[in-house]
């Protein structure tokens, strides 16, 4: 067995490598969207892949992701896999009612005749400092819309192994790229990228005894490091990285709030309505008898994505997520 | 150097000399309609087609009919009649080869049966059973589309699959006039015209959307005016002459076939009926409106023609109405045994594979139809 070294690698370098592979594994697989071809996508994650397959498999269309959703559904039902990326989060609405009423129900229309297996990129989230319509979560309105899969990944191997997963689905997948993790990096073997994970399974990402936090995307980091710096406190904090909010994986949360009895969930969406609030729901409905407290959530305000100047008062901090902790003291206080 | 003076040694220079990408006079609609019955066009016509145009025409006019009878005996949820328009839905559906790909609307039941769909399955969305009866695979004919013109890019993303993949397809992707002030409609053309796919754009001009009249929804100087705008050549057309349409549209799809390009044809016709049975048209147009379009009937037209021609003779006609009856006669019988329902297919297409939710929801509607069929008092 030869020893690879295994080389610190960026979650955008990554998806690009996840997007290559796809696209040499199978020439049905096309990507498309604004800015992809020439420039390489603003975030660069589709960089090389005109050059290397052509305008026609990476293709620059007109700037209109209404248009750009609804060809790529058409090229669907003619057996192609398209990739289409949705240049930030807060472009993607125009999309929305063909994502809506023809991507995610084109299946049960049909009596399952017509299946469409098309992958949604879309870079979601804050705090990189973007002005206003850059930073939104939306993953509440594509999780209520059944028909899709809905994955964010939280690590470089996630990032390729789940996007490689998204675009081998028979099924639409919303593709969640935490944008402020593009350039994180990880030990991770870009020459030998095997770990390809099945879509629907969280993952522990540290282990621990007193309380659970309940995570993805983004906020996978802030809840590390909230763990290491709860220690301190006396604290040992299990780690959930959810990695697919639809299908859910209520086994492995479950399993995690019945061994600690007390749970944390921790988004930057807005908490009303909110992705924490059906965690929460289906976390109470199953470990109830389990638990030594209520489930808690850290989110992001209710309120419009902030200027990027107070974003940071926005976004769950270790701070924030460390007072939940705290009041996870419950019978100490009743 | 002063500020004076440097501003003195400016020289400004002439912008950069425009050209236009496309010279637009090729791609503008005639002023009027274009019409083949009645005019000395209608001699080139091939009797062949017209005959066949005729046959379909009337056993069109006979489906609308008996489907609007099947949503008064509570058998259809809903029909939105085309009646008066049927030798645009004919004309659409024989146009096509059979490796072509059709993309309908709501109202164009009729072409989607034209085309070879069962007349059963065709109804299924309208009698509620499931969404979409017919495989659209089999008959190279996506679902019908409720939402308005967001069925068009997918026209264009599939013809253009279709030209990467080396296959001489055409889609033609029907729409109405409201249909056409939506943003799906712009950005399908655009993407058409841009990826020059070959596709045809086939708008049903019918007067009204629901209630609102042409006026209140454009103000272009017609639908296929708008064409230019995106670089493709529009077309207008008489949508009453089946002869006319069928030109037409054979012509635009010769040149997407050919490499040409989308084109945008408008079909000026008019809506007979109401919207649907629950509409009361009388609120929003005249009756002597409705008497004057009902004198331009498409199979009168045609029947003129034919009759004139001596290719139609009173047992010709008879046959070809005895053929609509026997085919009205089978729709009946079908429609009115009650469909076989499975509450079970609720859960079969929503995912490749049901998520853990949906088996567990599963599970709980097997349960509650096991307890609904035992008999009752039993423990």
Redesign the interface.
């Known amino acids: 067995m030869t020893t690879v070294a295994v080389k610190p690698a960026t979650m955008a370098q990554a998806l690009t490598r996840a997007l290559r592979d796809a696209m040499a594994a199978d020439p049905s697989v096309h990507v498309m969207g604004e800015d992809v071809g020439t420039l390489g996508g603003v975030f660069r994650v589709t960089d090389g892949l005109a050059k290397e397959f052509g305008e026609?498999r990476c293709t620059d269309?007109?700037l209109?992701e209404?248009?750009i959703?609804?060809?790529?559904?058409?090229?669907?039902?003619?057996?192609?896999r398209?990739v289409v990326e949705m240049q930030f989060d807060a472009f993607a609405y125009?999309a929305f009612?063909?994502l809506v009423?023809?991507v995610a129900?084109?299946?049960?229309?049909?009596?399952?005749?017509?299946?469409l297996p098309l992958t949604v990129r879309i870079p979601y989230g804050g705090g990189i400092g973007g002005v206003e319509h850059h930073s939104d979560s939306s993953e509440a309105y594509y999780m209520a819309t059944?028909?899709l899969?809905v994955v964010t990944p939280a690590t470089v191997a996630d990032a390729y192994g789940l996007l490689r997963a998204a675009i081998a689905?028979?099924?639409p997948v919303v593709f969640l790229e935490p944008k402020r993790l593009y350039w994180s990096k990880d030990s991770w073997n870009p020459e030998e990228p095997t770990s390809v994970e099945p879509i629907?399974r969280a993952v522990v990402r540290r282990s621990g005894r007193s309380a659970t936090l309940i995570t993805y995307g983004p906020s996978v980091p802030v809840c590390m490091e909230a763990a290491e710096a709860a220690r301190a406190e006396g604290w040992d904090l299990e780690v959930v990285d959810l990695r697919s909010l639809?299908?859910?994986?209520?086994?492995t949360v479950c399993a995690s709030v019945r061994r600690t009895g007390r749970a944390v969930v921790v988004h930057e969406s807005g908490g009303f309505g909110g992705p924490g609030g059906e965690i929460a729901a289906r976390v109470t409905e199953r470990c109830f008898h389990h638990l030594e407290a209520p489930v808690l959530r850290v989110a992001g305000f209710d309120l419009p994505y902030p200027p990027p100047m107070l974003e940071r008062h926005h976004l769950p901090g270790v701070d924030r997520i460390l007072d939940a902790v705290g009041r996870l003291q419950w019978e100490a206080e009743s | 150097m002063t500020v004076m003076e440097q501003r003195g040694a400016y020289r400004p220079t002439p912008p950069p000399a425009w050209q236009p990408r496309t010279d637009p006079a090729p791609l503008l609609p005639d002023a009027e309609p274009y019409r083949v019955l009645g005019t000395e066009a209608a001699a080139g016509a091939d009797p062949e087609l017209l005959r066949r145009l005729y046959a379909e025409l009337v056993k069109g006019r006979r489906y609308n009919a008996q489907a609007t009878a099947l949503t008064k005996q509570g058998r259809l949820a809903v029909y939105p009649s085309s009646t008066g328009q049927e030798a645009c839905e004919v004309a659409a559906a024989l146009v096509l080869e059979e490796r072509d790909w059709l993309f309908p609307s709501y109202r164009d039941t009729l072409a989607v049966v034209a085309r070879g769909v069962d007349p059963v399955e065709a109804l299924t969305l309208l009698r509620g059973d499931w969404h979409t009866g017919y495989d659209p695979q089999q008959h190279r004919v996506a679902p019908l589309s409720t939402p308005l013109a967001t069925q068009l890019p997918h026209a264009v993303g599939l013809a253009h699959a279709a030209r990467l993949k080396g296959d001489d397809v055409v889609a033609l992707a029907m729409v109405g006039d409201g249909g056409t002030s939506e943003g799906d409609f712009h950005e399908a053309l655009n993407f058409a015209a841009v990826w020059q796919a070959p596709v045809v754009f086939f708008v049903q001009n019918n007067g009204f959307a629901i209630s609102v009249p042409l006026a209140k929804q454009t103000a272009a100087p017609s639908l296929a005016h708008k064409a230019v705008g995106y670089g493709m050549p529009g077309r207008l057309v008489d949508g009453n002459d089946a002869a006319a349409v069928h030109e037409v549209l054979a012509d635009a799809v010769r040149r997407a076939r050919a490499g040409g390009g989308p084109t945008l044809v408008e079909a000026i016709t008019y809506r007979v009926e109401a919207h649907t049975n629950a509409d009361d048209a009388t609120r929003y147009r005249g009756d002597a409106e409705v008497e004057t379009w009902k004198r331009h009937d498409p199979i009168a037209l045609l029947e003129q023609e034919l009759t004139a021609r001596g290719l139609l003779d009173e047992a010709a006609a008879d046959s070809v109405r005895q053929d609509a009856e026997t085919m009205a006669a089978a729709l009946r019988a079908h429609m009115n045994r009650d469909p076989e329902l499975d509450p079970m297919d609720l859960f079969a297409h929503v995912y490749a594979e049901p998520t853990p939710q949906l088996l567990e929801q599963r599970e709980q509607l097997r349960a509650e139809l096991a307890a609904e069929a035992e008999p009752e008092g039993a423990q």
């Open positions: 026609d269309t007109p209109a209404a248009g959703l609804g060809t790529a559904v058409g090229m669907a039902m003619y057996g192609l398209p125009p009612e063909q009423s023809h129900k084109m299946r049960n229309r049909t009596r399952g005749r017509m299946p059944p028909g899969h689905s028979d099924d629907g639809v299908p859910f994986d209520d086994e």
